[in-house]
């Protein structure tokens, strides 16, 4: 089976009515010459990794070495297990505190899935789990999805680099948001012009999106903004599910991506030379930093 290398072969793959998620598959079958059945256990381990980070995040109040992060998880969660009178429901409640315990359990060296990077490990997984532990979804609807979200982080990934370094993280965080809108809307049964145009709109709304750690760390914005693009993924679904299409097509937008990224100046393309990283409260945890580690060395 030949590579699709952008989303206009996509859609030309998957004309007889062949769903995105099989077309995905059969790919990567041809690719890595490995049986369905094969690639779908090494997907359900995938998933159960994404689990369990999310579980282990929630559960270990651990404050990073850096003290930027590591409770927040577990507070967001117990708001809602504590509460029946909340402006949103369960399922936004477990996807911002899913996103935030992957990314906690990252930055204490866990065990966590890229999908597509470290820094945007939350994203896919938050909204993955809570839609299914919401809406009893099956394991099997889950792995598809998984497989529908890889694709398309694939295709982009073809296209562009996914790495704040090169293009900010409308690359990193940005993918992983279009990754997770896909997800949704095949999860919801959702037909494959509305998985792309998910997936479009979650892309086309977060364009420009800095890449400016704190102290170079992958902890401030970035644990924060997983749980942000997680809800993001949720209003492209949405869109994409009540039948509005993006203006401009996919292809282009991602475009547009690349352009805007090679327009982003260096200083806000995860060097921390720029934006949060250099406001007086990150500076002043910089040198707290610098002071800790020299003397850990000496």
């Known amino acids: 089976m030949k590579n699709i290398e952008n989303f206009q072969e996509l859609i030309d793959s998957a004309r007889s009515n062949k769903k995105i998620t099989l077309v995905f598959q059969e790919l990567e079958c041809s690719m890595l010459e490995k049986e369905i059945t094969e690639l779908r256990k090494?997907?359900?381990?995938?998933?159960?990794?994404?689990?369990?980070?999310?579980?282990?995040?929630?559960?270990?109040?651990?404050?990073?070495?850096?003290?930027?992060?590591?409770?927040?998880?577990?507070?967001?969660?117990?708001?809602?297990?504590?509460?029946?009178k909340l402006p949103c429901n369960m399922?936004?409640?477990?996807?911002?505190?899913?996103?935030?315990?992957?990314?906690?359990?990252?930055?204490?060296?866990?065990?966590?899935?890229?999908?597509?990077?470290?820094?945007?490990?939350?994203?896919?997984?938050?909204?993955?789990?809570?839609?299914?532990?919401?809406?009893?979804i099956s394991v099997e609807k889950q792995i598809d999805a998984m497989f529908t979200a890889g694709g398309i982080g694939k295709i982009v990934a073809q296209r562009m680099p996914l790495a704040g370094a090169v293009a900010g993280c409308q690359a990193e965080c940005g993918v992983a948001g279009a990754m997770a809108a896909a997800a949704i809307v095949?999860?919801?049964?959702?037909?494959?012009?509305?998985?792309?145009?998910?997936?479009?709109?979650?892309?086309?709304?977060?364009?420009g999106l800095a890449c400016d750690p704190i102290a170079g760390?992958?902890?401030?914005?970035?644990?924060?903004?997983?749980?942000?693009?997680g809800i993001h993924a949720v209003a492209a679904s949405e869109m994409?599910?009540?039948?509005?299409?993006?203006f401009v097509p996919i292809d282009e937008i991602i475009d547009?991506?690349?352009?805007?990224?090679?327009?982003?100046?260096?200083?806000?393309?995860?060097?921390?030379?720029?934006?949060?990283?250099?406001?007086k409260t990150a500076l002043e945890l910089n040198k707290k930093l610098e002071n800790l580690w020299d003397y850990q060395v000496s």
């Open 42 to 84: 090494i997907m359900s381990k995938h998933l159960n990794t994404m689990k369990a980070a999310i579980k282990q995040g929630l559960e270990t109040c651990q404050l990073s070495e850096s003290g930027m992060s590591g409770t927040d998880s577990s507070k967001i969660f117990q708001r809602y297990q504590q509460s029946e």
């Open 91 to 136: 399922l936004f409640g477990k996807i911002i505190s899913y996103a935030l315990a992957t990314m906690e359990e990252n930055q204490r060296m866990g065990k966590v899935v890229a999908c597509p990077t470290a820094g945007s490990c939350g994203i896919v997984p938050a909204v993955i789990t809570a839609y299914a532990e919401e809406m009893g």
């Open 256 to 279: 547009a991506m690349i352009q805007i990224g090679n327009l982003m100046s260096p200083v806000i393309k995860e060097s921390s030379e720029g934006g949060l990283a250099v406001t």
């Open 217 to 229: 760390l992958v902890e401030v914005p970035c644990i924060k903004r997983n749980s942000f693009l």
């Open 240 to 246: 994409a599910l009540a039948g509005i299409e993006s």
């Open 186 to 207: 095949d999860m919801l049964d959702g037909n494959n012009s509305q998985i792309i145009n998910a997936a479009a709109l979650a892309l086309k709304n977060i364009m």
